[in-house]
Nanobody, 116 residues
Framework: QVQLVESGGGLVQPGGSLRLSCAAS????????MSWYRQAPGKERELVAT????????NYADSVNGRFTISRDNAKKTVYLQMNSLKPEDTAVYYC?????????WGQGTQVTVSS
């Protein structure tokens, strides 16, 4: 079965960095688009970044463009989100997602808190 497991969240000061990881299993990882989403308290879940399967093309939300970088290692079946210059408004639970045979699969999420 498809499983996604995020890790790497934590507490960081404004201006700091974190790298999130999402380990995938149960499907042919290299063939599928992977995305990172986030959900802050009281807000809707929003798309942060996407990376395609073949070319590895990336897209970012305007709010993180230039600060966050999504990447993937198909051999390790892992997608990453490098987050730099973090701001308090980046505080949220971060989720990775894929769509497999028309069904969306989500990880359990990892908490990122940006605070001094």
């Amino acid at each position: 079965q498809v499983q996604l497991v995020e890790s790497g969240g934590g507490l960081v000061q404004p201006g700091g960095s974190l790298r999130l990881s999402c380990a995938a299993s149960g499907f042919t990882f290299s063939l599928y688009v992977m995305s990172w989403y986030r959900q802050a308290p009281g807000k809707e879940r929003e798309l942060v970044a996407t990376i395609t399967n073949a070319s590895g093309s990336t897209n970012y939300a305007d709010s993180v463009n230039g600060r966050f970088t999504i990447s993937r290692d198909n051999a390790k079946k892992t997608v990453y989100l490098q987050m730099n210059s973090l701001k308090p408004e980046d505080t949220a639970v971060y989720y990775c997602k894929t769509t497999y045979y028309g069904r969306h699969y989500w990880g359990q999420g990892t908490q990122v808190t940006v605070s001094s």
